[in-house]
């Protein structure tokens, strides 16, 4: 008796009973539904924190004055108050370490814009030149200023989105002046429109100068708080993080036993660790949905016993016209993994259409694993043969005289 | 393995009551001091206290005997269902009083036809699938199985009910059913187990026309297990169990003849359109 003969059995006998067989297959329908729809919800948020720092840039580094702590004193990251990252510091690093492409310094100084009769709140951020394409943050319309205006401290200005709105509501701001701390700035250029960041802040609402002219004309010091850098590669940004740092020591003449007055950043230990919190969240995902594949799969076995008990007869008929002990075996195990396949076949279709229904009604981000519908099938696969083997087994140790005569 | 199941009725029909046994025939069962002991809990209950007995190809032999006599334990023995204690069994011979159970199942598959008092046919199932079982487990092309099929339920006068579900059937045409699924593998013996007990008396003397036929026309050995003394007269020799022993073996002095019954028996609206085959 061949395979595919055990399997037509194996099939008509489910076909005799279709309202058990559906009942049976719900278990692990909303099993393999549950996990791929928990597993793309999962990945889905994974994705997108993913996107949100590559829109950073994942060659990024900070490097911040300050340390975490310094002589037992915990102080943030970029506290004003130290003034131990200077603009020297950066002209150094641009120079002498060869893995970094770029670097502009982040000096925020928080003012009052005004523009004819209207006037706006916000941060004024001195930068380089180089900062757009550090940031990967174009310019929408007009340019960022320039190198020369770097250089010699010109009151240019390149505004965001939010303040192009609220000063200049339906006219072009490219060209006019706008007041800063009464000083008189030039806008050259308006950013692209970047949205909300993960936090909910609105990432449009800033302004752009050089940071010479905030340093000398806003703020009157010549510290630096933070600065990007850009390496020259995502591999090279560990190299990177050493190699400022080494010269930073250096530079600062640290000894070896006194700690860092600074921080290197790098942004691809930040998306890791993004990452590996996603991570985590999908795999508890996926096991609190591998618990309901577990039960429906008691529900199989369950069934099954049931049925072997039921069809007692049918199986002392069947080894009495010559079935061996085998072909009943396989015949219920095939039953089973039938049952346990179809079912996870139709949760596979359930849950990704769930998956695609989730972001319509619920506004998360799912991504559909491909992984996550090959380890279902095969999940519900060994769920047939694992809660399958015991019933079928006991079919198959039956004797035939008692099986013909049970009532 | 190409049996064809054409029955030509009334060709050519010498009284069966007449029928001499020819004693060279091939035995077909040889049951030599078989012994059969059960442990329930502590007690040996010995169901067959050495039973000898050979029947030969083409013979059609009524076993009879109280409930306790052994009957039923003999029946399993031969049907391959159950191995003696002591003692050996040949089936066609092979000795197969030592086989393990997937041995005796395929000597089960091969070489016996069953034919159940309780029809045990499979309920939900067509009569035609039915009748295919006992080949799927011989491994036959669904070709040759469909074909073989349907001239066994034409042997039994059932053609056209090829669809039907046992629940669709009368007792005598489950019964017929059965009777065909127990030729099907073209077996070297039929065991009938009370093949009459949930029957009426018309329907009854049918399905024993159709084993005299099938003995008669194809000389398939027949061994039928009955309480009933009138039912055990249609065979050709009658073999009483007491106690676990064989008590009597005699032929049957005036056998019935069930072809010649129907012809006289009145016709009840019942099961009967497929006697005119």
């Known amino acids: ?407 | 393995m190409s049996t064809t199941f054409a029955v030509e009725p009334q060709e050519f029909q010498p009284a069966v009551g007449f029928r001499t046994q020819v004693p060279e025939a091939r035995p077909v069962i040889e049951l030599d001091h078989i012994h059969k002991t059960y442990t329930m809990g502590d007690v040996e209950v010995h169901a067959l206290r050495g039973v000898s007995l050979t029947i030969r190809e083409g013979e059609f032999v009524a076993i009879m005997g109280a409930s306790g006599s052994g009957k039923s334990t003999t029946m399993n023995i031969i049907g391959c269902l159950d191995r003696p204690t002591r003692g050996t069994y040949i089936l066609d011979g092979e000795d197969v009083s030592q086989m393990s159970k997937d041995e005796r199942a395929d000597i089960r598959c091969q070489k016996i036809g069953f034919v159940f008092q309780g029809f045990n046919l499979l309920s939900r199932t067509s009569a035609l699938e039915n009748v295919e079982l006992p080949m799927l487990y011989l491994g036959v092309d669904a070709a040759t199985r469909h074909q073989r099929a349907i001239e066994a339920l034409a042997a039994v006068g059932l053609s056209g009910r090829e669809q039907n579900h046992p629940n669709q059937l009368s007792g005598g045409q489950q019964q017929r059913v059965a009777v065909a699924r127990s030729l099907v593998n073209n077996p070297a013996l039929i065991l009938a187990d009370e093949p009459t007990g949930n029957l009426d008396s018309r329907t009854s003397v049918e399905v024993m026309e159709i084993f005299q036929r099938l003995n008669r026309e194809r000389g398939i050995t027949l061994v039928l297990v009955t309480h009933e003394p009138d039912i055990a007269e249609y065979a050709d020799r009658v073999v009483v169990f007491k106690d676990g022993k064989i008590k009597s073996d005699r032929p049957v002095e005036h056998r019935r003849n069930a072809a010649e019954e129907l012809k006289n028996l009145p016709i009840i609206e019942d099961d009967d359109d497929e006697d005119e085959e």
Not at chain 1, 29 to 58: C, D, K, R
Not at chain 1, 350 to 367: C, D, E, K, N, R
């Open chain 1, 1 to 407: 008796m061949n395979l595919l003969m055990i399997i037509r059995v194996a099939f008509r006998a489910l076909v005799r009973n279709k309202m058990r067989a559906a009942l049976t297959m719900l278990g692990i329908i909303i099993g393999v539904a549950a996990v791929i729809a928990m597993v793309s919800i999962g990945q889905g948020a994974s994705a997108s924190v993913q996107a949100q720092i590559e829109s950073i840039g994942t060659n990024l580094l900070f490097v911040s004055a300050g340390a975490q702590n310094v002589g037992g004193v915990r102080s943030g990251t970029g506290d004003t108050g130290t003034n131990t990252l200077t603009v020297d510091d950066l002209d150094a690093i641009k120079r002498e370490v060869p893995s970094v492409s770029m670097v502009t310094p982040n000096v925020n100084a928080r003012s009052q814009l005004v523009a004819g009769n209207m006037n706006w709140n916000t941060g004024v951020t001195g930068v380089s030149e180089q900062y757009p394409e550090i940031r990967k943050w174009p310019v929408a319309t007009g340019s960022f200023f320039t190198d020369a205006d770097v250089r010699t401290a010109a009151r240019v200005i390149v505004i965001g989105q939010t303040l192009a709105d609220n000063l200049y509501p339906g006219a072009d701001p490219i060209g006019q002046d706008i007041r800063v701390m009464n000083l008189p700035f030039r806008i050259v250029g308006v950013m692209a429109r970047k949205g909300q960041d993960p936090q909910g802040r609105d990432q449009d609402d800033v302004a752009f100068a050089p940071y010479t002219t905030v340093q000398k004309k806003i703020l009157g010091r010549d510290r630096v708080q933070i600065a990007f850098v850009s390496a020259i590669s995502q591999d090279a940004t560990y190299t990177a993080q050493s190699q400022i740092t080494d010269l930073l020591r250096q530079r600062h003449k640290l000894t070896a036993s006194e700690p860092n007055d600074f921080t290197v950043r790098n942004m691809t230990d930040v998306a890791e660790a993004a990452n590996e919190t996603s991570k985590t969240m999908t795999i508890l995902l996926a096991c609190i949905a591998g618990v309901s594949l577990l039960v429906g799969g008691i529900g199989i076995m369950n069934i099954m016993l049931v049925s072997v008990t039921e069809r007692t007869r049918e199986i002392g008929i069947r080894m009495a016209i010559g079935a061996r002990s085998s072909a009943v075996r396989s015949q219920f195990l095939i039953e089973s993994i039938v049952l346990s396949l179809t079912g996870g076949a139709i949760g596979i279709i359930l849950g990704v259409v769930l998956s695609l229904v989730i972001p319509a009604f619920l506004g998360w981000p799912t991504l559909v694993s491909m992984m996550a519908i090959i380890g279902s099938v095969l999940f519900s696969a060994a769920v047939g043969i694992f809660f399958g083997y015991y019933p079928a087994r006991k079919a198959a140790s039956l004797d035939p005289i008692e099986a013909l005569r049970y009532e």
